[in-house]
Nanobody, 118 residues
Framework: QVELAESGGGSVQAGASLRLSCAFL????????MAWFRQAPGKQRELVAV???????NYADPVQGRFTISRDHAKNMVYLQMNNLKPEDTAVYHC????????????WGQGTQVTVSS
């Protein structure tokens, strides 16, 4: 069984930075693809960034160049460094995990709120 716990959200002004953290509680962290999703009020959930067990990364176009996803295998942690935040980044951010052999994210954290004011 896998549990995910996010932290690090908050309220900031445009242009500021935040770092979100996700603790992976369970076994075999190294076999899971990790991702950050976000959902803004009235909008569908969207994929923000993905990192493979080997630390290959992919980003959604709106965050490319501003956000960086990383993972620490020694600590079973995943991070999302968010720079130059914009009001449109306001959302609840969720950490998610899927085993490399599957194509669905089976495990989700409770989410952390990020609010960016102009």
């Amino acid at each position: 069984q896998v549990e995910l716990a996010e932290s690090g959200g908050g309220s900031v002004q445009a242009g500021a930075s935040l770092r979100l953290s996700c603790a992976f509680l369970g076994r075999t962290f190294s076999t899971y693809i990790m991702a950050w999703f976000r959902q803004a009020p009235g909008k569908q959930r969207e994929l923000v960034a993905v990192i493979s067990p080997g630390s290959s990364t992919n980003y959604a176009d709106p965050v490319q160049g501003r956000f960086t996803i990383s993972r620490d295998h020694a600590k079973n942690m995943v991070y999302l460094q968010m720079n130059n935040l914009k009001p449109e980044d306001t959302a609840v951010y969720h950490c998610a995990a899927r085993h490399y052999s599957t194509d669905q994210y089976n495990y989700w954290g409770q989410g952390t709120q990020v609010t960016v004011s102009s």
